[in-house]
């Protein structure tokens, strides 16, 4: 009987493990997998030191290339251990079933005549290369993803098996094989080697099929028992392992779910997407193929080696010209002001795709303001998503109600709203009819003006509404009504959702080629004290993780770029992370996640996110692009004119030249970053403000010394004891400001128990930041500039950020600095773009990495080739 095994690859590379299997045993022993983390991180070297400083995460981390670290090679876990990622790895996880030790050959045994002896060394070489004294070890780059280090050396290769005396196995055929304990479900394989040991034991090579729940899904996400996974997982096992044959139905995917289910035919299991462990990815199943025979070969997987780089060549850089973009539509979903879907439009258009943001929707008003003047295109909604998305399904209903649009599986059923009798003429339909009372006043619908759904009158009655101006009246009086009192109005409703329908004002399923955003998800927030660990999905905070996924299954883009904090792969065992992953595995798309720092990409700030992406069977999945440099704030805000506390411009014109690249690339305008035919200048600097602090930390600020790592600390009348901890020292009388306050404040002194050096800490020129927050109060956080008697401005954030300089923000400045501090670094979304836009038009390979052109995102070389000093 085998024994029991553990088997649970979760979220992202496996790790290499040890087999204790020789010729002389029947049996095969192997630790079990390592729990795998939920997401590949992409970082440099200074990104990790920024890691480490921010104490952002608490767990070692792999690079972009995701080779396997030494120390993790070939170490034994215990059996009973999760599968959890270490520094470099690759995750390699086994699905390895064990014997039961039998030597009795009538229980299994090869029949028939064994493969060809040069057949079998050109098919299997590995099997054949023992020499005396020596143990032949696997490639650490295995094409066939076993997570042996060991090879079993052959005696010979045979096609079909029989075992327990009763089942015939050939090669290729599929199995269930035992799994060592009576509570634990069968595996599944498909055989892709039969051979006999120098010693004569039978083995079989399994190429092991996932369920959904032994994929890093888990149990986040119920997927269909009867759907399975193929993967590139293989491993040995004795011959007696196997327990019977399977019928396993290769199906495609589909996001018609109805027409896939149709498609399904009787089977055991069904299989419609290859799982590969690096950065838990999904993906459309290779061609099949009925190899006669690479050591490799199997009847579904083709070699893919998910750790390979695409390079781009000469050829590629030069066909990247934005006039011949093909144009695509994206819809940003929690938009804030616009980073990521800026940058992710920029990058698009550098590969040579023009992909513009149509439709956007967030609820800060600020923001939606910030937006709409930088992307005058866009159709922008101040409203909550959630809101949106019931609207856009009201709206298909009104386009099918209307004859716009046929849907066969939307009954619109809106004839209870209008009068059936109704026969509306055009503005003079009422122009006979006089009111005879002469006491009430007649309202008439001069034209419909917005719709939305939701409260818009603070009712308490929510549903779909029309913005509505009457005749006679001026647009100070116009209203938002219910349809429900708009029976008599048939004619004008038409008239504005076909106006609308022809503009595309709102998009109905297959007009979003790409939706991208980053649904706030506080409840796992570590600020939240009262989260629930148990059903994260069950907290209202976290509601929006739903309404995203909500938005893809009715709108079904052909891709799909959803970013979120790294809390989502952490909290509660990554219990969200999974679920996301889930519910596009359940949409039938293709899925990829990852890590990627900010500060691997060119900016001084480490801000570590996740990110995922999806998309429809008949696309490319797109790849994460691996780093490319760093630098430091000496390389972002040294040049910018220099303004001092109580300075409230919103703008002011440039005063010194750019010195490093960073500077040169961020004061382009934006036809100069697109290469557009006579480009403009961009002449203007916005936003470069700071928060004006009051009378008392002003009088702080201006004490800090203006060096490196200076802080509160360096205050008279207060001293740090060995430890690290701050105290007050008794030799010195306490100090207080004009106003009667102390210049240390107490709170700056209890902060993280008296050991942070945060509060009023200036940031020095060769430093990079955690992260750009919200907030630009200098009481816990490094925000001061290094060298004047203020905090960091507006732009100086955004830059910190990689917003453009031309990116101009509206609202108060408290607000102003919210929606830098909310945005997705642009450089990072640019990358992502870039990838997409490649994917978009077929012109990469399904690798999980991308090299980016160097130079990128200059590699047109719009950029002076003179620069005076490097960014870092």
């Given at each position: 009987?085998?024994?029991?095994?553990?088997?649970?690859?979760?979220?992202?590379?496996?790790?290499?493990?040890?087999?204790?299997?020789?010729?002389?045993?029947?049996?095969?022993?192997?630790?079990?997998?390592?729990?795998?983390?939920?997401?590949?991180?992409?970082?440099?070297?200074?990104?990790?030191?920024?890691?480490?400083?921010?104490?952002?995460?608490?767990?070692?981390?792999?690079?972009?290339?995701?080779?396997?670290?030494?120390?993790?090679?070939?170490?034994?876990?215990?059996?009973?251990?999760?599968?959890?990622?270490?520094?470099?790895?690759?995750?390699?996880?086994?699905?390895?079933?064990?014997?039961?030790?039998?030597?009795?050959?009538?229980?299994?045994?090869?029949?028939?005549?064994?493969?060809?002896?040069?057949?079998?060394?050109?098919?299997?070489?590995?099997?054949?290369?023992?020499?005396?004294?020596?143990?032949?070890?696997?490639?650490?780059?295995?094409?066939?993803?076993?997570?042996?280090?060991?090879?079993?050396?052959?005696?010979?290769?045979?096609?079909?098996?029989?075992?327990?005396?009763?089942?015939?196995?050939?090669?290729?055929?599929?199995?269930?094989?035992?799994?060592?304990?009576?509570?634990?479900?069968?595996?599944?394989?498909?055989?892709?080697?039969?051979?006999?040991?120098?010693?004569?034991?039978?083995?079989?090579?399994?190429?092991?099929?996932?369920?959904?729940?032994?994929?890093?899904?888990?149990?986040?996400?119920?997927?269909?028992?009867?759907?399975?996974?193929?993967?590139?997982?293989?491993?040995?096992?004795?011959?007696?392992?196997?327990i019977e044959k399977l019928n396993i139905e290769r199906v495609p995917l589909n996001v018609d779910l109805e027409a896939k289910r149709q498609s399904i035919p009787v089977c055991d299991?069904?299989?419609?997407?290859?799982?590969?462990?690096?950065?838990?990815?999904?993906?459309?199943?290779?061609?099949?193929?009925?190899?006669?025979?690479?050591?490799?070969?199997?009847?579904?997987?083709?070699?893919?080696?998910?750790?390979?780089?695409?390079?781009?060549?000469?050829?590629?850089?030069?066909?990247?010209?934005?006039?011949?973009?093909?144009?695509?539509?994206?819809?940003?979903?929690?938009?804030?002001?616009?980073?990521?879907?800026?940058?992710?439009?920029?990058?698009?258009?550098?590969?040579?795709?023009?992909?513009?943001?149509?439709?956007?929707?967030?609820?800060?008003?600020?923001?939606?303001?910030?937006?709409?003047?930088?992307?005058?295109?866009?159709?922008?909604?101040?409203?909550?998503?959630?809101?949106?998305?019931?609207?856009?399904?009201?709206?298909?209903?009104?386009?099918?109600?209307?004859?716009?649009?046929?849907?066969?599986?939307?009954?619109?059923?809106?004839?209870?709203?209008?009068?059936?009798?109704?026969?509306?003429?055009?503005?003079?339909?009422?122009?006979?009819?006089?009111?005879?009372?002469?006491?009430?006043?007649?309202?008439?619908?001069?034209?419909?003006?917005?719709?939305?759904?939701?409260?818009?009158?603070?009712?308490?009655?929510?549903?779909?509404?029309?913005?509505?101006?009457?005749?006679?009246?001026?647009?100070?009086?116009?209203?938002?009504?219910?349809?429900?009192?708009?029976?008599?109005?048939?004619?004008?409703?038409?008239?504005?959702?076909?106006?609308?329908?022809?503009?595309?004002?709102?998009?109905?399923?297959?007009?979003?080629?790409?939706?991208?955003?980053?649904?706030?998800?506080?409840?796992?927030?570590?600020?939240?004290?009262?989260?629930?660990?148990?059903?994260?999905?069950?907290?209202?905070?976290?509601?929006?993780?739903?309404?995203?996924?909500?938005f893809v299954q009715f709108l079904k883009p052909k891709y799909v770029l959803m970013e979120n904090v790294v809390d989502l792969v952490k909290f509660s065992d990554g219990y969200l992370?999974?679920?996301?992953?889930?519910?596009?595995?359940?949409?039938?798309?293709?899925?990829?996640?990852?890590?990627?720092?900010?500060?691997?990409?060119?900016?001084?700030?480490?801000?570590?996110?996740?990110?995922?992406?999806?998309?429809?069977?008949?696309?490319?999945?797109?790849?994460?692009?691996?780093?490319?440099?760093?630098?430091?704030?000496?390389?972002?805000?040294?040049?910018?004119?220099?303004?001092?506390?109580?300075?409230?411009?919103?703008?002011?014109?440039?005063?010194?030249?750019?010195?490093?690249?960073?500077?040169?690339?961020?004061?382009?305008?934006?036809?100069?970053?697109?290469?557009?035919?006579?480009?403009?200048?961009?002449?203007?600097?916005?936003?470069?403000?700071?928060?004006?602090?009051?009378?008392?930390?002003?009088?702080?600020?201006?004490?800090?010394?203006?060096?490196?790592?200076?802080?509160?600390?360096?205050?008279?009348?207060?001293?740090?004891?060995?430890?690290?901890?701050?105290?007050?020292?008794?030799?010195?009388?306490?100090?207080?400001?004009?106003?009667?306050?102390?210049?240390?404040?107490?709170y700056a002194m209890s902060f993280v128990k008296g050991s942070s050096s945060k509060p009023f800490r200036r940031l020095w020129w060769d430093e990079t930041v955690p992260t750009v927050?919200?907030?630009?109060?200098?009481?816990?956080?490094?925000?001061?500039?290094?060298?004047?008697?203020?905090?960091?401005?507006?732009?100086?954030?955004?830059?910190?950020?990689?917003?453009?300089?031309?990116?101009?923000?509206?609202?108060?400045?408290?607000?102003?600095?919210?929606?830098?501090?909310?945005?997705?670094?642009?450089?990072?979304?640019?990358?992502?773009?870039?990838?997409?836009?490649?994917?978009?038009?077929?012109?990469?390979?399904?690798?999980?990495?991308?090299?980016?052109?160097?130079?990128?995102?200059?590699?047109?070389?719009?950029?002076?080739?003179?620069?005076?000093?490097?960014?870092?």
């Amino acid at each position: 009987m085998p024994s029991k095994r553990k088997k649970k690859p979760l979220l992202t590379m496996p790790s290499k493990r040890k087999k204790k299997a020789t010729a002389s045993s029947s049996s095969s022993k192997s630790a079990s997998p390592k729990k795998l983390k939920l997401t590949e991180e992409l970082s440099t070297e200074e990104a990790q030191k920024s890691s480490r400083r921010a104490d952002t995460l608490n767990e070692p981390r792999a690079t972009g290339s995701g080779q396997r670290s030494e120390e993790d090679r070939g170490a034994k876990k215990s059996r009973d251990s999760k599968l959890k990622r270490t520094e470099g790895e690759t995750q390699k996880s086994s699905r390895r079933a064990s014997g039961n030790g039998s030597d009795d050959e009538a229980d299994a045994k090869f029949i028939g005549k064994p493969v060809p002896p040069e057949e079998a060394r050109q098919r299997w070489p590995k099997r054949y290369e023992k020499k005396k004294g020596k143990k032949v070890v696997q490639s650490e780059r295995s094409t066939a993803e076993c997570a042996s280090d060991e090879v079993i050396q052959a005696r010979c290769h045979y096609t079909i098996a029989l075992v327990d005396g009763r089942v015939l196995y050939n090669l290729y055929d599929d199995a269930h094989v035992h799994a060592g304990n009576e509570e634990e479900a069968n595996y599944i394989c498909k055989i892709v080697e039969m051979f006999e040991s120098v010693d004569g034991t039978p083995y079989f090579t399994a190429q092991w099929y996932y369920r959904g729940r032994d994929t890093v899904i888990e149990k986040a996400f119920d997927i269909n028992p009867k759907r399975v996974f193929y993967s590139e997982v293989q491993d040995d096992n004795p011959l007696d392992c196997l327990i019977e044959k399977l019928n396993i139905e290769r199906v495609p995917l589909n996001v018609d779910l109805e027409a896939k289910r149709q498609s399904i035919p009787v089977c055991d299991y069904y299989c419609d997407a290859l799982y590969l462990l690096p950065y838990s990815t999904f993906m459309n199943l290779p061609e099949e193929k009925k190899l006669a025979g690479s050591e490799t070969s199997s009847t579904i997987s083709s070699e893919i080696d998910i750790n390979e780089v695409s390079e781009v060549n000469s050829k590629l850089v030069e066909d990247c010209k934005v006039e011949e973009c093909n144009e695509a539509t994206l819809l940003d979903i929690y938009s804030g002001c616009g980073a990521m879907s800026t940058g992710l439009c920029v990058g698009a258009q550098l590969s040579g795709l023009n992909l513009v943001t149509k439709w956007a929707v967030d609820l800060n008003e600020h923001a939606c303001d910030s937006l709409k003047l930088n992307h005058p295109e866009t159709e922008v909604r101040n409203e909550a998503a959630d809101d949106y998305l019931s609207l856009l399904k009201e709206w298909q209903k009104l386009c099918v109600y209307f004859d716009l649009i046929r849907h066969e599986g939307v009954q619109p059923e809106l004839d209870i709203y209008f009068d059936e009798d109704e026969e509306e003429e055009d503005d003079d339909e009422s122009s006979n009819e006089e009111d005879d009372s002469g006491d009430s006043e007649i309202f008439e619908v001069e034209k419909i003006l917005a719709i939305c759904y939701g409260d818009p009158k603070k009712t308490g009655k929510r549903g779909l509404y029309f913005k509505v101006h009457w005749k006679g009246y001026t647009a100070d009086d116009d209203t938002w009504e219910p349809i429900q009192g708009l029976g008599n109005c048939k004619e004008r409703i038409k008239r504005f959702v076909t106006d609308k329908f022809k503009l595309k004002s709102l998009p109905l399923p297959g007009d979003v080629d790409v939706i991208c955003g980053g649904p706030p998800c506080q409840g796992i927030s570590g600020f939240n004290r009262f989260r629930d660990k148990d059903n994260p999905l069950n907290d209202e905070k976290n509601k929006q993780l739903l309404v995203f996924m909500d938005f893809v299954q009715f709108l079904k883009p052909k891709y799909v770029l959803m970013e979120n904090v790294v809390d989502l792969v952490k909290f509660s065992d990554g219990y969200l992370g999974r679920y996301a992953l889930g519910r596009l595995v359940e949409m039938n798309y293709q899925v990829r996640m990852g890590l990627m720092a900010a500060g691997a990409y060119g900016l001084p700030q480490f801000r570590m996110r996740v990110f995922l992406w999806g998309a429809q069977p008949a696309e490319i999945l797109p790849s994460l692009p691996l780093p490319t440099h760093d630098v430091v704030v000496r390389g972002v805000i040294p040049n910018l004119f220099e303004v001092d506390n109580f300075e409230n411009r919103d703008e002011m014109p440039y005063n010194k030249q750019p010195i490093t690249e960073f500077q040169q690339l961020i004061r382009l305008s934006k036809d100069e970053l697109l290469s557009s035919p006579n480009p403009s200048k961009q002449l203007v600097l916005y936003d470069h403000q700071p928060l004006i602090l009051n009378s008392d930390d002003y009088q702080r600020v201006c004490r800090i010394p203006k060096r490196k790592g200076a802080n509160f600390r360096d205050l008279p009348g207060v001293r740090v004891r060995p430890d690290n901890i701050v105290e007050w020292d008794p030799n010195v009388e306490r100090v207080y400001l004009d106003s009667g306050k102390p210049l240390v404040p107490d709170y700056a002194m209890s902060f993280v128990k008296g050991s942070s050096s945060k509060p009023f800490r200036r940031l020095w020129w060769d430093e990079t930041v955690p992260t750009v927050v919200t907030r630009a109060e200098p009481h816990n956080q490094a925000i001061l500039h290094p060298e004047q008697d203020r905090v960091l401005t507006i732009r100086e954030n955004a830059r910190l950020q990689g917003f453009p300089d031309y990116y101009k923000l509206s609202g108060p400045v408290k607000e102003r600095y919210i929606q830098v501090g909310n945005a997705v670094a642009v450089p990072v979304s640019r990358a992502l773009g870039y990838t997409l836009g490649l994917a978009y038009q077929g012109r990469t390979n399904n690798e999980a990495l991308f090299k980016l052109p160097p130079k990128f995102p200059d590699f047109l070389g719009r950029l002076s080739s003179t620069s005076s000093e490097t960014d870092s």
